[in-house]
Structure formats: C-alpha cells, structure tokens
DNA sequence: AAGGATACCTGAATGC
DNA sequence: TGCATTCAGGTATCCT
C-alpha cells in the first residue's frame, strides 16, 4: 500500500501543484486527524514537501510545519488550476470532492483546495514549529532508507544483528524505512529468499542480492507511480500501475515468474505474505 | 530492550 | 436474502 514509491509519488504531485500558495483557511471535519493548534498554519506559504520514510512534511514560511502519515488508506488530492486538462479520470473524483471520507480541507490562495481523505481514518496531520520535526516519535526513531542513506554495509549490520526473521524486519520502520508489505514480498521474491529465513542466517551475497532486489523493485514502484491497491492515489487523483508488475504479492495460487511453482500465503509477523517455496531459500 | 500481539477503522469479500 | 465474520496493513501501544 503506501510505502516509500507511493509516498514519494504524492510527494513529487504536491512539491508540483502546492509550492507558492498560501493557506488561507483549514477546515477540519474529523478532529482526531489533526493533532497540534490548526490557525498556526493561516496565512503560511508552502515552501517545500519532503518525505521521510513513509512520512510527508510541507513546509510553511511562518516557522510551521505539516506533519502527514497517510497510513493505509489517506489520500491527498490537488484540486486547482494547474491541473492537467489530459487528466480525465480524476474529473469524476473532483466533482465529488469533499465526499463522506474528506476530513480536513486546506483552502489555498486563488481559489485551490488540498483535500486530506482517509476511509479508514488511521492517518494524521500535525502541525509543530519547523524545528520540531525530530520530536515526534515517528521522525525520530525512522531508520535509514533506500536512496537516501542505507548503504549496503549499514545494510548488512542492520540485518546480521537481527533476531527476527526477514520479512519482519524489512518492514521495521525503525530498522529501514520506507518499505512495506508489498515491496518487501516482491524482493524477497526477486532475490530468492524465504521470508522465513532468519536474518542473521543470510549470507553475504545473499544480503548483496536483497539489497539490490529492493532496489530494483522501489525503482520499478516509483517508474510506475505505486500501486493502487484499495485508495492509494496520487496528488491530482490518479491511479499507480505497480499493482499490475507485482511478482508475488496477492498472487496465491498463481505461478511464480521465477520457476513456475505456486504462490502460496501464509501469515508472518501478523502480516500477509506471499512467496514460492519451491525457488525462495 | 527487542520483538510479538493487538488495537485502531471501514469496506469488500466470504460464510452460513 | 441478509446478517455475521474475516481480511486488508502502517503505526501506536501494550506485554513479555
């Protein structure tokens, strides 16, 4: 669902539409989303959107700044004038828009709008001064992720003094961040590994191909805009194509692009997850 | 202290 | 038919 190539997909839409306009006023409808004073925000300018892990940041020139997680099921939609007119699927959203799931609308200068939606209400935004941001618990305790700071080495450490087994501990935001259920079943599968394995027990080539797999199924999720499994969408409303590459991920009982076994399902660490036992070791 | 289980939610799919 | 149950997964929190 929404990991690093979804969130950095939302983010480069924002970064786009939102970069120069003010936030005139905040409508907040569902109040337990937003946490911190919302009139600190009035009259900011949006300077910058950055992502952190799976976490979005807007940045005001008032010293304020918007904390988002999105969770599973937020979703952050542009409405305004420099919306593509080639962009015809998203006129049906728009026209519904806000719809039962808006909770917090941001009106902007000139008349555009920044909707927050989220069906299953996990997501929050919270507004802190712009020094702040390594406060929240979330922020802080992130680990190092995939094209930013995670070398193969640090890489290695991280998965060598482990106690848990594989799958678990790529999706540990505070081990790695940035990677969730999906992409971590697809690299597990691109590298030959069972999820099952215990980390420690990974060889160094073993850990090499992983790191690699990672980073080749991030990149293809982030060519591809996501994966619009249940609500992820992009900032002007749009859908993702990752969901149609997926490797092994929801695919129980279809054969395995690597050899032809079956994808089986089984449950991980809570989680669901998809693998073949016939190639991944 | 690390790691596991559960809660938070709603809608779609499945069960009876 | 229709109501109840199960499942989806990213944190946050509690428990061991």
Redesign the pocket.
């Known amino acids: ?3 690093l190539p979804e969130v950095e997909t939302i983010r480069k839409g924002l970064e786009e539409y939102l970069i120069g306009h003010t936030i005139i006023d905040v409508e907040v409808r569902l109040p ?1 989303i937003v946490q911190g004073d919302i009139s600190e925000v009035k009259g900011g300018k949006i300077v910058s959107v950055r992502r952190f ?3 979005l940041v807007i940045d005001l020139d008032n010293g304020y700044l918007l904390a988002i ?1 999105i ?3 937020g979703q952050l939609i542009y409405a305004g004038k420099k919306i593509p007119q080639k962009v015809k699927v998203i006129k049906q959203l728009y026209s519904s828009l806000p719809n ?2 808006t909770h917090v609308i941001f009106h902007l200068d000139q008349g555009e709008t920044l909707f927050y939606n989220d ?4 997501g ?1 935004i919270k507004i802190i001064p712009q020094g702040d941001l390594k406060k929240l ?2 922020f802080k ?1 992130l680990g190092p992720e995939f094209f930013r700071d995670l070398t193969l080495e640090l890489f290695e450490k991280i998965i060598k003094k ?4 594989i799958k ?2 790529l ?3 505070k ?1 790695i ?1 940035g990677v ?3 992409y971590s079943n697809d690299a597990l599968s691109l590298a030959k590994i069972d999820p099952r394995r215990k980390a420690s027990s990974l060889t160094s080539d073993e850990i090499k191909c992983l790191y690699e797999s990672l980073e080749t199924v991030l990149k293809r999720g982030l060519q591809y805009g996501g994966a619009s ?2 609500s992820y969408i992009n900032a002007l409303g749009g859908e993702g194509s990752y969901q149609k590459h997926f490797l092994v ?2 695919r129980q009982g279809q054969k395995c692009f690597n050899c032809g076994g079956t994808i089986e ?1 089984i ?1 991980l ?4 997850t998809y693998f073949c036992k016939l190639c991944q070791k």
């Open positions: 669902m929404p990991e337990k892990g799976k976490g997680h969770k599973l099921t039962k799931w069906f299953r209400q996990f929050w618990v979330f305790e482990s106690n848990t087994s678990p501990l999706i540990d935001q081990k961040s969730g259920n999906i499994e249940l991920y929801g399902k449950q660490g809570g989680r669901g």
